[in-house]
């Protein structure tokens, strides 16, 4: 499993066919998504996040950095409900990556 999504796209079909693959992680809806991130600025800082999946198009709004071009990728990883993800924007042409893991109900 492998979604890509690239903002250079301009064409409609391209969001439209994300935004359906990102239905994928519907299976998560109420469950906590762990984050832990690296690189994700130019100065290449790390963090992690925690939150409550309620939409599947939040694996993308809650990574991304918003008002800038991106390319955004999201992929199953080892692990039981773990994936990697890596967006790819002004601030980190390089990439910023992020692991992905869910657990437990609300």
């Known amino acids: 499993m492998e ?3 690239n903002t ?3 064409s409609d079909w391209a969001w439209e066919d994300f935004v359906y693959d990102l239905t994928y992680f ?8 762990y984050i832990k991130g690296r690189n994700l600025d130019w100065q290449g800082s790390e963090g992690t996040a925690e939150f409550i999946l309620d939409d599947s198009k939040d694996m993308c709004w809650k990574l991304v950095p918003q008002n800038t071009d991106f390319t955004f990728k999201i992929k199953k990883a080892r692990g039981r409900n773990t994936y990697q993800a890596v967006c790819y924007h002004h601030d ?3 990439g910023s990556y992020f692991n992905i893991s869910f657990r437990g109900q609300k």
């Open 26 to 33: 519907d299976k998560y809806l109420g469950k906590k998504a």
């Open 3 to 5: 979604i890509i999504y």
């Open 8 to 10: 250079y796209d301009e």
């Open 92 to 94: 980190c042409p390089a």
